[in-house]
């Protein structure tokens, strides 16, 4: 029996959504960016966002924790939902956001502080680091993040004498230690050798378990190996969203199948 994109869309719809992108649109002065977005992602899963450059991807993923607030020619319409409950308005604090949708960008950005100080920052300024908790906070967090035994020896080092893919599994550190409820990827191993790629999408792997996960990649075995959904966009549009191995192998849409195929983008 063929399975159609409706078949696939009731599937997904069953499951218990974490994040909703509702009719999101989003300019950058006169420049339309995202074009009516609409998007519903799993709790605890993997979702990739591919597409060629320019086309909105991390646009739309900086939306998801209002990362545009920080850009003044952005205007922004459309609804984003976190369970169920808006993240959008002046009456939503974005710092909470920004703690419950946390993001790691797609060059390393350690602070030019100690990796304690590093992984314990967003710990102080959201008053967490409760009752000298703070150390066995950040130990938890580099041991998931699989860095502990490379650096707990010496928690006092500079954060910026770390290798880049070090520096990287760091920042991930940073963003889990204030247990986030999702965690935002834009490009996280664009900068980093094959092995310290690999680390990182083991690490996206592991982190599935305790967090819903959106990663915007250009590297489309990367969403292959990664990602249990994917969504294909073009031109500040979702054109496709569905499992990944569906978008890859039975795409529904002409444009997707031309791109997963390589002839174009």
Excluded at 24 to 39: E, W
Excluded at 163 to 171: E, N, P
Excluded at 253 to 263: A, C, D, I, P, S
């Amino acid at each position: 029996m063929e399975i159609t994109a409706e078949d696939n869309n009731l599937t997904i719809n069953k499951l218990k959504t974490k994040v909703e992108v509702k009719d999101l649109h989003l300019h950058f002065g006169d420049k339309h960016v995202l074009k009516g977005i609409d998007l519903k992602i799993p709790e605890k899963s993997i979702v990739a966002l591919i597409g060629p450059s320019g086309c909105g991807k991390s646009t739309l993923l900086r939306s998801m924790n209002r990362m545009h607030d920080l850009t003044p020619s952005a205007k922004i319409k459309g609804e984003v939902f976190l369970d169920g409950e808006s993240i959008m308005g002046r009456k939503n604090d974005v710092t909470s956001v920004r703690k419950k949708i946390g993001m790691v960008f797609q060059r390393p950005n350690p602070f030019p502080k100690s990796i304690l100080k590093n992984v314990a920052y967003g710990l102080e300024i959201n008053n967490m680091a409760k009752n000298g908790q703070a150390k066995k906070i950040v130990e938890e967090a580099l041991k998931d993040c699989y860095l502990w035994d490379e650096v707990g020896d010496n928690l006092n080092r500079s954060a910026l004498d770390l290798s880049g893919g070090q520096q990287q599994r760091l920042c991930i550190a940073r963003t889990i230690a204030v247990q986030p409820e999702v965690i935002l990827m834009d490009e996280p191993c664009s900068a980093l050798d094959p092995i310290s790629t690999a680390k990182i999408e083991d690490l996206i792997m592991k982190l599935k378990e305790d967090f819903t996960i959106v990663i915007v990649t250009h590297n489309m075995q990367q969403a292959i190996r990664t990602a249990d959904y994917t969504g294909f966009m073009f031109l500040g549009e979702l054109i496709e969203f569905d499992k990944t191995e569906n978008i890859f192998n039975n795409p529904q849409k002409e444009l997707t199948k031309r791109y997963v195929e390589g002839n174009f983008g």
